[in-house]
């Protein structure tokens, strides 16, 4: 059994920045791809950014292009997620995910999710 836990969120001013982490254990984080998304309530959870298992391929939603990075620490078994330049739209509540493909950008293809950390961005 694979479990997920996100930290890193909190109360940001918009122009500021945020560094979520997502700690794997159960199993070797390089057997997953893995994915940060979010979801507003009463929303769809939208895809924000996803890394390859070998960390050479990612894929970033188009709202945070140049803005989000997405990156693994595959020996501490760590995903992270830093934001810069955030914006009141990027909140809402975060999660990571662990697909078993190579580089999954569809939200069915994630096989294990974290209880989400909260993000907020004031203006």
């Known amino acids: 059994q694979v479990q997920l836990v996100e930290s890193g969120g909190g109360l940001v001013q918009a122009g500021g920045s945020l560094r979520l982490s997502c700690a794997v254990s159960?199993?070797?984080?390089?057997?997953?791809?893995m994915g940060w998304f979010r979801q507003a309530t009463g929303k769809e959870r939208e895809l924000v950014a996803a890394?390859?298992?070998?960390?050479?391929?990612?894929h970033y939603a188009d709202s945070v292009k140049g803005r989000f990075s997405i990156s693994r620490g595959n020996a501490k078994n760590t995903v992270y997620l830093q934001m810069n330049s955030l914006k009141p739209e990027d909140t809402d509540v975060y999660y990571c995910?662990?697909?078993?493909?190579?580089?999954?950008?569809?939200?069915?293809?994630?096989?294990?999710w974290g209880q989400g950390t909260q993000v907020t961005v004031s203006s």
């Open positions: 995910a662990a697909a078993r493909v190579g580089l999954a950008i569809r939200t069915e293809l994630y096989d294990y």
């Open positions: 159960g199993r070797t984080l390089s057997t997953y791809s």
């Open positions: 890394v390859s298992r070998s960390g050479d391929g990612t």
